[in-house]
């Protein structure tokens, strides 16, 4: 990995995951009554798409996983932060070859458009695939063994090598974020200005 430099090392397209899942959204009408959602997600099978302008985390740490779901594994990386704000943030995922000649159909979640009202969360986990971004980090560690990350550590539960190679920061900022994930999970998940939508067919993606 190229400009491995502790402090204020910025990497662009860095394979690093943001958001959580637009599964959420089935829970997420009693969540918001009540001001935070207690958030376990993944689309069964499926990789949704992500983007949003900024990502501010605390306590980040990053280790190799597999995710799984509907009898597949993908090879994923796990990023965790212990709390998390996000700015403009746009869920989507499509559901393919629905029955009644509906087609595809696409589901779209915007939330945190407002930047005094971001997105917020706590003890965020989230399985990546694929990320382009701007990131700059405050006082990195790269090249931790994962069994040794401290402060958010790995998400309890989740079969990672614990001597595999991991790394950690102080602090994560992401920029001008496009990622695919396959699954998240959250202590508390608070939406702000949330809207959901259904399109028919695939145009109305996150990109």
């Given amino acids: 990995m190229s400009s491995q430099v502790r402090g204020g090392t910025r990497w662009k397209r860095f394979a690093l995951v943001m958001v959580p899942s637009?599964?959420?959204?089935?829970?997420?009408?009693?969540?918001?009554?009540?001001g935070a959602l207690a958030a376990s997600f993944s689309v069964s099978g499926q990789s949704f798409k992500v983007?949003?302008?900024?990502?501010?985390?605390?306590?980040?740490?990053?280790?190799?996983?597999?995710?799984?779901?509907?009898?597949k594994h993908h090879p994923v990386a796990v990023s965790g932060f212990s709390s998390a704000t996000i700015t403009n943030m746009c869920q989507?995922?499509?559901?393919?070859?629905?029955?009644?000649?509906?087609?595809?159909?696409?589901?779209?979640?915007?939330?945190?458009?407002d930047p005094e009202k971001p997105v917020r969360a706590t003890?965020?986990?989230?399985?990546?695939?694929?990320?382009?971004?701007?990131?700059a980090f405050k006082n990195i560690d790269i090249g931790v063994a994962a069994g040794?990350?401290?402060?958010?550590?790995i998400q309890p539960g989740t079969q990672a090598n614990k001597n595999g190679f991991a790394q950690r920061a102080e602090e994560a900022v992401l920029t001008?974020?496009?990622?695919?994930?396959?699954?998240t999970t959250a202590g508390t998940f608070e939406l702000s200005n949330?809207?959901?939508?259904?399109?028919?067919?695939?145009d109305e993606q996150c990109f």
């Fill in 22 to 34: 637009v599964v959420a959204t089935a829970a997420v009408g009693v969540g918001l009554a009540q």
């Fill in 51 to 71: 983007r949003t302008d900024k990502l501010v985390g605390e306590d980040f740490v990053q280790y190799g996983n597999v995710a799984s779901g509907a009898g």
């Fill in 92 to 113: 989507s995922v499509v559901t393919p070859n629905l029955p009644f000649d509906l087609g595809s159909v696409t589901l779209r979640l915007e939330a945190g458009t």
């Fill in 123 to 135: 003890n965020l986990y989230l399985d990546v695939a694929q990320l382009d971004a701007d990131a």
């Fill in 148 to 153: 040794d990350l401290g402060a958010t550590g």
């Fill in 176 to 183: 001008d974020v496009e990622q695919v994930a396959w699954a």
């Fill in 194 to 202: 949330l809207k959901l939508r259904l399109h028919s067919g695939t």
